[in-house]
């Protein structure tokens, strides 16, 4: 069993990943299922569209996290229909203040 299936079974009911203190409050659970289910894109002109993968590299790097987005950055860092970008945040930028933020806000507005 993985650290996710693991985390659902003891906290979650066995379907979903809750949050813990101190943003738990303002947060939603993850759904395993969608952690496990590969998204498969038939429409053409949706697998046309540009797609943008940013690994955060901060404070979130040495947490269960860093191995399950590392293997992702892996496979889409320099394939083909893929932009690869890192950024020195949280997972969740918005947790870094607003110096993350604003980070966040100038990518979004880069990759339009």
């Known amino acids: 069993m993985g650290f996710l299936e693991q985390q659902a ?4 009911d066995g379907w979903h990943i809750p949050y813990f203190e101190p943003t738990a409050e303002r947060r939603t659970s993850v759904m395993l299922k969608m ?19 940013v690994l955060f590299t901060g404070k979130s790097a040495d947490s269960w ?12 860092r320099g394939a083909r229909g893929w932009r690869y970008e890192e950024r020195p945040y ?6 870094d203040g607003p110096e993350g933020v604003q980070a966040i806000t100038e990518l979004l507005l880069d990759l339009t």
Not at 37 to 52: C, E, F, W, Y
């Open 90 to 95: 949280h997972h969740y930028p918005v947790t």
């Open 35 to 53: 952690a496990r289910q590969p998204l498969a894109i038939g429409s053409p002109v949706a697998a046309s569209i540009p797609r943008t993968f």
């Open 9 to 12: 079974q003891e906290h979650g």
């Open 65 to 76: 996290m860093t191995p399950i987005f590392g293997r992702i950055a892996a496979r889409v």
